[in-house]
Every structure is written in C-alpha cells, then in structure tokens.
Nanobody, 124 residues
Framework: QVQLVESGGGLVQPGGSLRLSCAISTFAPSTYWMYWVRQPPGKGLEWVSSINTGSHATYYTDSAKGRFTISRDTAKNTMYLQMDDLKPEDTAVYLC?????????????????WGQGTQVTVSS
C-alpha cells in the first residue's frame, strides 16, 4: 500500500515562493505516475502537475507553467512542487496523489492513492 504525506504549506505573500514535499512510504514498480492536485476554497479538485516516475517527464496545467516545478528525488522517496511567483488564486489545499499503470490522467478521479493535503494561502 502506497502512503503519501505532504508538507510545506503555509501563508505566503503574493509573489512569494513555497516548496511542497510529498513523502512516499513505499513504492511499487516505476510505472506509477505522481501528481499534485489542488482544491481551492469552495471548488472541486484541480490537476496541477504530473511526473512520470520512470522517465521523469513532467506536465503542468496552463496556470502553473513557468511558475511551478515538479520533481522527484528517488533516493529520498520524495516528490516536490516548487511554487514561485504565487498568486492569490493559488490559494488551495494541495494534495499529492499516485496512479497505478502506464497511462496518465489529468482527472483526479482516476488516481489511486492520496495524501491528506497541505494548506497553501497566498495573501498580503
């Protein structure tokens, strides 16, 4: 069973940066996809970014391109989301997730494992 634990959220001013971490307790073969997903206040889950654990190919939603960077440290079994130039509209609970299998998906309903989430608030 894969267990995911996020950390690194907090309150930051607009234009600031945060780095989120997702510690992975155990890992299956490297066909998993890993994701960052967020849930803004009063809204549904939004896919933010993906990383393939084998090829390390990365993908981003349009609003994250150029500002967010997803990465994975295999030795530490940890995934990261570096968030720069944060905006108030980035305020959300951020969750890491994982999906079994070769194919990826931008629909969080297809993800198999979830962390508990970490709050990111961007406000002056």
């Amino acid at each position: 069973q894969v267990q995911l634990v996020e950390s690194g959220g907090g309150l930051v001013q607009p234009g600031g940066s945060l780095r989120l971490s997702c510690a992975i307790s155990t890992f299956a073969p490297s066909t998993y996809w890993m994701y960052w997903v967020r849930q803004p206040p009063g809204k549904g889950l939004e896919w933010v970014s993906s990383i393939n654990t084998g090829s390390h190919a990365t993908y981003y939603t349009d609003s994250a391109k150029g500002r967010f960077t997803i990465s994975r440290d295999t030795a530490k079994n940890t995934m990261y989301l570096q968030m720069d130039d944060l905006k108030p509209e980035d305020t959300a609970v951020y969750l890491c997730a994982a999906k079994r299998g070769i194919s990826s998906s931008e629909d969080p309903k297809n993800y198999d494992y979830w962390g508990q989430g970490t709050q990111v608030t961007v406000s002056s």
